[in-house]
């Protein structure tokens, strides 16, 4: 579903954001995303999601090289990847629905069905009440979840989802985090980056480990990972490896 | 793909949301297209001035007094055999006088004492409207000046001349100033929809971020410039439309006094509806300009 070959990404031909990604994630697969602010991952995504072109090597999505893609084509495949940022994107002079139906009728749905699923998935991230209110009369949280819901509204292939939990306390989390999973359930590959290791750790999923734009470390990978990891990290890494469920693989 | 209601929809509804900005953009569009339509309504009306001139003119040969007495006869045959010519008239030296006596009372002391008619027999020929340009009236007068016992032909050359430049004038000024405001348009067009975008380039990222084509994007856009430019235009002519008439009554006697023109006109139909066809379509493209820009702007980041 998601392959990077040799990708390098830099800004102005100094400061190099990654370095030389391999990577292959596959079709229904759900991966967090770790590492500290810098460390690259919202660089990642946004190659993932074509809003940068890597300075060098491949990046394959459903099977197509993005750099070959024109804006048409690129828009063609952004309908079909759920992007959810840590800033939310709203458009705070939409209500709550229109948010989450623009998604809808970016794709021609008929008014109808656009009602029906926007509905359903805002019943889902608990937020159905509040479909008439502008996202600024809501919490950040809440704002996340609206983000989230217009990310899932049309069941996308991929999800990535950019510090999604954030500004989220506890509970809600939870929340938020069962949606994905259900999301993932149903098929979507979900591509997750956090800081908050409560929740990777003991997930059974995969984990990446991006350090100053190298992946260090992959729970999929057979290789030992790099010295740079510490050790804590890598325990954790076979933890998480042991405790897979076999329907993962 | 959504339908072209929807884009309408949306347009629609970006103008309400921005209602400020929108009825900003208007009134300037207005003000230019104002402009435009003032000229052009100075034009059309020298223009019908110039062709009422034109209507009436007539060509004058005058004939010496020692004449063969049949010269007016043939002059008059000549003359009507010409297509261009709708009536032929012979004066005499006496209705010259007569004339003369009748149109001016006041100078009559002048030619009391005179010992005899001053005033020369004349062919007086009226041109048929359409066939009164320079160069025609400048053949019929040149044919005219060769026959024998004929003295001097008079059409009011100099008057023609001052028309005619009038005429060319007022048509290149139509094209350069027509050409001006609508590079004004576009560029004011350009501009309010730049800081429009700018004002709405979250939501713009965000139509981007869940999928939508550049087309997708656009169309909003450019139907909003449409819309704007439409009703500055509109604006333009209502506005332009009742000055006209509270100016036209206050000045109408003073020209009728002047100029002998009675009524000036407004713009026809025709016209009105081609500037605001015009508004529509620079609005358009102002924004498409904008908006194609815009996204140029975007992918070189």
């Known amino acids: 579903m998601i392959q990077l070959f040799h990708v390098y990404k830099s800004y102005f031909h100094d400061r190099e954001v990654l370095v030389d990604l391999n990577l292959k994630i596959e079709k229904g697969e759900f991966c967090f995303l770790t590492g500290i602010s810098g460390a690259g991952k919202t660089t990642l995504f946004r190659l993932l999601f074509c809003d940068e072109p890597a300075t060098s090597g491949q990046v394959l999505i459903m099977g197509r090289n993005v750099s070959r893609m024109n804006r048409q084509a690129i828009a063609m495949m952004r309908r079909r990847i759920g992007v959810v940022f840590q800033d939310f994107k709203l458009m705070n002079d939409r209500t709550v629905f229109e948010n989450i139906a623009v998604r809808l009728e970016v794709l021609g749905r008929p008014r109808g069905e656009t009602v029906e699923r926007v509905k359903r998935v805002l019943k889902d991230v608990g937020l159905l009440q509040c479909a008439n209110m502008l996202p600024l009369q809501l919490s950040g949280g809440e704002q996340q979840r609206i983000a989230i819901a217009r990310a899932l509204v049309n069941e996308p292939l991929i999800l990535l989802a950019d510090e999604p939990t954030g500004n989220l306390d506890e509970e809600t989390t939870a929340d938020v985090l069962r949606l994905f999973f259900e999301a993932n359930v149903r098929g979507t590959t979900i591509m997750l980056a956090t800081h908050d290791r409560r929740l990777y750790e003991n997930s059974g999923r995969r984990m990446l480990r991006l350090e100053r734009g190298r992946i260090v470390m992959d729970s999929a990978s057979p290789l030992v990972p790099k010295s740079s990891v510490d050790d804590v990290m890598r325990q954790q890494a076979v933890n998480v490896r042991l405790k897979r469920r076999p329907e993962d693989d | 793909m959504a339908g072209l209601s929807y884009f309408i929809r949306r347009a629609l509804s970006s103008l309400k949301r921005y209602a400020s900005t929108s009825i900003m953009t208007v009134m300037v569009l207005s003000v230019v297209f104002g402009i435009f339509l003032s000229f052009l309504l100075f034009a059309s009306n020298v223009s019908h001035l110039a062709s009422n001139w034109s209507k009436g003119v007539r060509i004058y040969a005058f004939i010496t007094e020692n004449a063969h007495p049949d010269l007016p006869?043939?002059?008059?045959?000549?003359?009507?055999?010409?297509?261009?010519?709708?009536?032929?008239?012979?004066?005499?030296?006496?209705?010259?006088?007569?004339?003369?006596?009748?149109?001016f009372p006041e100078e009559t002391d002048i030619l009391a004492s005179l010992q005899s008619n001053p005033f020369p027999a004349s062919i007086e020929a009226t041109v048929k409207s359409g066939h009164t340009d320079k160069k025609r009236l400048e053949t019929i007068s040149g044919e005219l000046s060769k026959v024998e016992g004929v003295e001097e032909v008079v059409y009011g050359k100099e008057l023609f001349e001052k028309l005619a430049v009038l005429r060319g004038l007022l048509f290149w000024g139509q094209i350069i100033v027509g050409f001006a405001i609508t590079l004004a348009c576009l560029f004011l067009m350009y501009s309010t929809i730049?800081?429009?975008?700018?004002?709405?380039?979250?939501?713009?990222?965000?139509?981007?971020?869940?999928?939508?084509?550049?087309?997708?994007?656009?169309?909003?856009?450019?139907?909003?410039?449409?819309?704007?430019?439409?009703?500055?235009?509109?604006?333009?002519?209502?506005?332009?439309?009742?000055?006209?008439?509270?100016?036209?009554?206050?000045?109408?006697?003073?020209?009728?006094?002047?100029?002998?023109?009675?009524?000036?006109?407004f713009l026809d139909l025709g016209t009105v509806f081609l500037v605001l066809l015009s508004g529509a379509v620079i609005g358009g493209a102002g924004s498409l300009l904008a908006i194609i820009r815009h996204e140029s702007k975007t992918v070189e980041q």
Request: hydrophobic residues 50%.
């Open chain 2, 73 to 103: 006869q043939q002059l008059t045959a000549q003359l009507r055999s010409r297509s261009e010519i709708t009536d032929v008239v012979y004066i005499s030296a006496e209705a010259a006088l007569a004339r003369f006596q009748s149109e």
């Open chain 2, 194 to 265: 730049r800081y429009s975008i700018m004002l709405r380039r979250n939501e713009v990222g965000i139509l981007e971020l869940v999928g939508a084509t550049p087309d997708f994007i656009r169309k909003p856009f450019v139907i909003e410039g449409i819309i704007k430019g439409f009703l500055g235009a509109f604006v333009a002519v209502i506005a332009v439309a009742i000055l006209f008439r509270l100016g036209a009554s206050a000045i109408e006697g003073e020209l009728f006094s002047t100029f002998g023109v009675k009524g000036l006109q």
